[in-house]
């Protein structure tokens, strides 16, 4: 699972974050995502997004700084993912 911002930061305030399953990932097999807001919301409120090597391969989401992904390894069982891209002090 990778993630990063893309482009600037808007007038409000947030950035515009990518998560994408890598090119090599075989199709057919998929990974489950969420992201974990500053205030310790999740994104999406119930469940993840489903990512495969088919269709969908990304999702993009506007955030607002310390905003985390985590990628699900197994159940019950989140991991962070490191964000590229994200300034020093996110």
Not at 10 to 27: F, H, K, N, Q, T
Not at 33 to 61: D, W
């Amino acid at each position: 699972m990778q993630a990063r911002l893309v482009g600037p930061r808007s007038v409000l305030g947030s950035y515009l974050l990518e998560i994408r399953v890598p090119d090599a990932c075989p199709s057919g097999q998929e990974r489950l995502a969420r992201i974990i807001t500053n205030g310790g919301g999740r994104i999406p409120p119930i469940g993840y997004f489903r990512l495969s090597g088919e269709y969908s391969r990304k999702v993009t989401y506007w955030v607002f700084p310390g905003a985390a992904v985590q990628d699900r390894a197994a159940p019950n069982v989140w991991n962070t993912v490191p964000l590229k891209g994200a300034p020093t002090w996110w």
